[in-house]
Each structure stands twice: as C-alpha cells, then as structure tokens.
C-alpha cells in the first residue's frame, strides 16, 4: 500500500514538471520568436505624414502614426532612420526612443513582437531656406528590419520663412510693408508721439500678442490674424478659429486711427477702442472697405468715441459684433452678421447703450444707413438706456437698413428701414451666398435671391 501510494506521488511529480515545462515552453515561444523571414513585415497607419505649413525655425504640432506587426512571429527592428539624416528638420520619437540629429538620426534594436504595435511620433523645426515663398520639405522615415527588407513612411511638410518679432515698440513715425511674413510675440507698442503705417503686409500674431496703440494706427491692404497655419481637425485649420490672438486695443490717448482694405480675424476682440474724453472734432477711429470677422469677444467695441464705418463687414463675434458704449458712430453700408457658430449665449450684432456699469456715457449719435443688421436670433438690435433715465442723452437713427428687431412705429428715428422677421420667406442667414456652419466657410456678399439688395458692404 504504501509502495503504490508513492508511486502516484511521483507519477503527480514528473506530471506537474511536465505541464510546466511545457508552460514555460509555449510561454517562451509566445512571446521570445523572432523571425528573419522577409515575408514578415510591418504595417503602417498611414504612408505619408503630411504636415501643415510652419515658420521657419517654429516648431510644428506633433503627428503620430502606429506601426503594426501582424505576422505570427516577432519582428526585430535593425533600424530607423531619417533617409536625409538632420538636413530637412524632422524630429522623430520611436517607441520612446529619440532619433538624436548629433547621432545621425537613427535609432536601433527595436522589437515588435507578435500582434503587438509601436507609435511613432514626428515633429517639424524647418532651417530658414532663404526663400520668400513656402517650400516644400521631404524625407522618408526607413525601417530596416533584421531580415533586411526596407519599409519606408514619406514625411512631407512646408517651411516659410518670416520675421520674428518680440515686445516691438514703435517710438517714432515708422512703416511696415513686407512681403515676408511677421511673426509677433509678447506684442507691438505704438508710443503716444508716434504713427505706424501697415501696409500691403500681414502680421501674424503669437498667442496673447497683439496691438496697443498710444499713438496711431494707419493700415492699408493689410492683414491682422494668429499665427497657426495648422490644423485643429482635418478639416479644419486654425485660421477659422476665433480667440488666436488678442486683437487691437485702441488706447485713450489715440485719435485719427485709420484702417482701410484690410482684415482682422479670429481675435479675442477685434478692436477695443479705450474710454477717453469725447471729442467729436477728433476722430478716433476710421474704417471703410475692412472686415472684423470671428471675434471671441466683441468685434468692434467703442466707448465715448467719434468713429465711422463705410463698407464694412463686422461678423460672427461671441460679444457683440458691433458695441457702441457713448459718444458718435456713423455707419454707412456696413453689413453686420452674427453667425457666431460656437456658443448659443453670443452676443448682438449691434448695441448701443448710453452707459456702461455706474458710468454714463452720453450718446449724442447712433446713425446707420444702407446697412444690413441681422444674425440667428430674433432680435439681434439692441438699443440700451438705464430705467428712468431721461437725463442722460440717447440718439439714435436708422435709414433705408435692414433689422433684425421688431419693427417699431418710431418715423423719425427709423426712416425706410426693413424690418426683418425669422418669418420672412428670405432672412437670416438666406441673404448670403455661403454660411458654411460645418467647416466655418462664410461669404457675406449678397445672394441673388436677397431682398436686401443695395444694401450692406457689397
């Protein structure tokens, strides 16, 4: 009895051995098989890494692909390097490991094991290349793989040299006409005793960055915007999106300001004209043929100011697109839109009040004509005085304009206006030839079937 009791304990002995060492085994060749066969190779996300256009010497946004080994064996990596080695500018992260530029641009023993994946990741910091116009860059990412097949993903991207500005401040009469793009960082500073000139020039503004103007300011033909040339989404790119910058700031000791053929987009306010002493033989700030568009606050904002507006667009703001606080506006053939896609609290298309928290501030005009006022809500016109306030002055006039408002029997303040409704057959948004709400497209000229024709800024 007890010889046959230790013969099953040791028949339960050499069993258990033999199960774990076929564990061990099968464990092992799971994971530790790697193959040389040049029939095993790896797969890509994608064959192409296609990048947005950058600056020259600014860093692009990061882009990622993976790599995949679906063979039934492990792959082992020889190396992956840069086919051009660090003469193009691409930055590029394997696994965790870093192509070093001092080292080649190449990384080695890498693994991919069995139904496992790596993620790559690939950066552009392009050398100037002396050029006024973007040029194209191009490398290839190679993967040797022990087995000595070669597997390549292209990279692609566009450097554009420009001019890179910190802190400028102008402190005498200065102009600024490039063909180059400019770069601006921290911001630009026009001191009270001076005038800047912009003019057949764009200035790209970095992040926070944008104009404070103690003196004044004369654009032509000119461009304020952010300075992402890349994408948010694939369809995408930065330049639809509003808040890139921190727009014009108009201070209290600036007159004659004058801003003609040019835009200013896809700021966190487009212009702010500062509270100062109200002098109507002094005009703030002038403005004809130009576009305010895509605001993340207000797109103009004038407080006890003289300005004028002649066949502007002032578009889609998150505020007001066009905030009169005091003083005297005269707006001729403007189109005001308020197509503002991102929040369902925005703001007016025009208001106008005479005071702003505790202040007054007196209007002593608000004068439209030939102008188009209109936008998603039902009423987009907003005229604001404070309750029993009958001392503070509150002028107002409207002419031969479309409102979007309800209609008011008032003749001697709203002379030939047309009072849009949303129940008009053509309104809102009909009037126009594009309104894009998918991909953030606008074209604010007027469509055929308006009803608006003859008015606003085209």
């Not at 870093?98 to 190449?106: K, P």
């Not at 500062?274 to 002038?286: I, P, V």
């Amino acid at each position: 009895m007890t010889r046959r009791k230790n013969i099953l304990s040791l028949l339960l002995v050499q069993l258990a051995s033999a199960l774990f060492c076929c564990t061990l085994l099968f464990g092992c060749s799971d994971g530790d098989d790697f193959t040389t066969s040049p029939t095993a190779t790896l797969t890509f996300s994608t064959d192409s890494v296609v990048m947005d256009t950058v600056f020259s010497t600014i860093g692009s946004r990061t882009y990622d692909f993976w790599v995949f080994n679906r063979s039934r064996s492990g792959v082992r990596l020889q190396n992956v390097r840069l086919r051009q080695g660090n003469q193009t500018g691409f930055r590029v992260n394997v696994d965790g490991s870093y192509l070093d530029n001092t080292t080649g641009s190449v990384v080695g023993d890498l693994e991919v094991r069995e139904g496992d994946s790596i993620r790559v990741f690939v950066e552009l910091t392009a050398p100037e290349n002396g050029k006024m116009d973007p040029q194209q860059l191009n490398d290839e990412l190679v993967f040797r793989l022990e087995s000595g097949v070669e597997q390549s993903v292209v990279l692609q991207g566009y450097a554009w040299d420009a001019l890179l500005w910190r802190d400028v401040v102008v402190s005498s009469d200065s102009t600024i006409e490039s063909r180059k793009p400019i770069v601006v960082y921290g911001g630009l500073r026009v001191d009270s005793a001076a005038t800047l000139t912009v003019k057949n020039t764009t200035l790209y503004f970095h992040d926070k960055a944008g104009i404070d103007v103690y003196g004044t300011l004369l654009a032509d033909s000119a461009v304020f915007r952010g300075d992402r040339l890349d994408h948010m989404f694939d369809y995408l790119p930065y330049d639809r999106v509003s808040g890139q910058w921190r727009g014009i700031r108009i201070c209290a000791s600036s007159f004659k300001n004058r801003i003609t053929a040019s835009e200013i987009r896809n700021a966190e306010c487009g212009i702010v004209c500062d509270s100062t002493a109200f002098d109507e033989s002094k005009q703030r700030l002038y403005m004809e043929r130009t576009v305010i568009h895509n605001s993340k606050g207000h797109g103009l904002q004038a407080f006890n100011s003289s300005i004028g507006l002649l066949n502007c667009q002032i578009s889609n703001a998150m505020g007001d697109c066009l905030s009169v606080c005091g003083g005297v506006t005269v707006v001729d053939h403007c189109t005001l839109a308020q197509f503002y896609p991102f929040t369902g609290g925005r703001g007016a298309a025009l208001r106008f009040t005479n005071y702003h928290g505790d202040y007054a501030y007196p209007l002593h005009a608000m004068q439209m004509a030939g102008s188009i006022v209109t936008g998603y809500a039902d009423d987009v016109v907003m005229g604001e005085t404070r309750e029993n306030d009958s001392t503070t002055l509150f002028s107002y006039y409207f002419e031969n304009t479309l409102l979007r408002t309800p209609a008011s029997e008032d003749s001697t303040r709203f002379v030939k206006v047309k009072w849009e409704t949303p129940d008009d057959s053509i309104q809102g948004k009909q009037h126009f030839k594009l309104i894009d709400e998918q991909n953030l497209i606008y074209d604010f000229h007027l469509d055929s079937l308006s009803t608006a024709t003859g008015l606003g800024c085209y």
